[in-house]
């Protein structure tokens, strides 16, 4: 067990310092582009890492987290537009570009929103409880392109990249940075949270939670923090998503963000620490390299997809790990 364990390890480190070391290196040889790749793919595992603790840990297949991911979206792009134009928020609330701010808003508002969702879907299971996740989804979609003040299908435009105290987040290599390190606390959050008691209990929800209850612990309360949190770090992400674009459109709301989450998960290894990374590595990896081959990338993603499941079930990093389970 101690050298599975080891193998992942040192796994988890080398993509941690090459996802680190990629925009320095860009930079060094003039190749800003390179620096925005990172940071996307810093960003989408981000998001990845919320949804593991939900479907990874929990095994809740939720197909509603793009709802998250887009409200965290909407949060900045709003906050930002009407900080913009110089004109007061709901009941004369002041808004911001200040990206702490912003992200606390999201938040909030990501967590709030998930409560309700999260008690009514957590009601059923299987298939029903992934149908009526995306319905909610879907249902904060369509109402997001019937708003015209906030550009309803067109989206919204930020015209000026939201601050972070001493920081110019202009400048593409500070902006990886604030998005890199916010991952890192994700991942330490996911961490601290499997290897807590709340983690087993969750686990163990998934697994039978007919025992669970049995323990005097209530599976349903269980679920519904993790749901939550979940959603929190997922809308985190999407914050940090149309600061990266500088552009909030109802995309990030559609079932197809959510798709693509679940594909980063799954690619990269189901409730393993660094799997939302190795996810979205390769992810964005195909997507820039066969998508200047082909509009139909995502054909070749799918047989590798299918690959995955059919041959490496654990993903990449339960590849790199072995046979063994993981803790």
């Not at 007061?88 to 570009?97: E, K, V």
């Not at 994700?186 to 939670?209: D, E, I, K, Y």
């Amino acid at each position: 067990m101690r050298k599975v364990v080891t193998r992942e390890a040192i796994a988890n480190g080398s993509l941690a310092l090459l996802l680190l070391a990629v925009p320095f290196a860009a930079i060094a040889m003039d190749e800003p582009f390179y620096v925005t790749l990172a940071t996307r793919i810093a960003i989408l595992a981000l998001a990845a890492v919320g949804l593991n603790i939900a479907l990874g840990l929990g095994g809740l297949v939720s197909f509603g987290h793009a709802a998250f991911f887009g409200l965290g979206g909407y949060a900045a792009g709003i906050l930002a537009t009407h900080a913009f134009n110089a004109e007061p928020l709901l009941l004369g609330i002041p808004a911001t570009t200040s990206m702490p701010v912003i992200w606390l808003v999201a938040l909030v508002v990501c967590g709030l929103v998930a409560l309700p969702i999260g008690a009514v879907s957590l009601r059923t299971s299987g298939v029903y409880f992934i149908m009526i996740t995306l319905a909610f989804a879907q249902m904060i979609y369509y109402f997001a392109i019937s708003w015209p003040a906030y550009g309803g299908q067109d989206g919204l435009s930020i015209y000026v990249r939201n601050s972070f105290p001493g920081v110019n987040t202009a400048l593409p290599l500070p902006l990886f940075l604030i998005c890199y390190g916010l991952l890192l606390l994700g991942l330490v959050l996911f961490w601290t949270l499997r290897n807590s008691r709340f983690g087993a209990a969750l686990q163990a929800a998934r697994q039978n939670p007919t025992r669970l209850a049995a323990v005097g612990i209530a599976p349903f309360n269980i679920r519904l923090t993790a749901f939550t949190v979940s959603a929190m770090i997922t809308g985190l992400a999407g914050a940090l998503f149309a600061d990266l674009n500088r552009f909030t459109s109802p995309s990030m709301l559609s079932w197809h963000m959510s798709g693509e989450l679940i594909v980063l998960i799954i690619l990269g290894g189901r409730g393993r620490l660094f799997g939302p990374v190795a996810g979205a590595m390769l992810f964005v990896l195909f997507e820039f390299a066969l998508g200047g081959i082909t509009e139909r990338w995502q054909l070749f993603l799918g047989l590798i997809l299918l690959g995955v499941v059919l041959f490496a079930r654990g993903g990449l990093m339960g590849f790199i790990a072995g046979r063994e389970r993981h803790g």
